[in-house]
């Protein structure tokens, strides 16, 4: 819990892509950090033995894009380096069709 707390930056918002009709543009269902806390305290994301793929996409001074490939969902990651070190902004996920 204390990691996924230093992990995501206080400002931190995941969102997925939703369809607003069909055929129509997506809306974005967000989840808070303090919601992804509350996940995590729940047992959410523990996945023993799962294979997840780091990709560092860009790195320019204190910002950054990566994706993690998991066996769920790609994530798309906005980092920032903070005072506490690097921190997870945003994120942008789907699943996986």
């Known amino acids: 819990m204390a990691r996924m707390d230093r992990s995501l930056h206080d400002t931190h918002v995941k969102c997925i892509p939703e369809p607003s009709s069909p055929g129509g543009s997506s809306d974005l269902r967000e989840v808070s950090k303090q919601r992804m806390m509350t996940l ?54 789907r699943t996986h069709d």
Do not use: K
């Open 40 to 93: 995590t305290a729940d047992g959410g994301g523990a996945s023993p033995g799962a294979d997840s793929q780091i990709e560092i996409h860009h790195v320019s001074g204190s910002i950054a894009t990566a994706l993690v490939r998991s066996i769920e969902y790609p994530d798309y990651l906005q980092l920032v380096e903070s005072a506490d070190g690097w921190q997870i902004a945003n994120i942008l996920f």
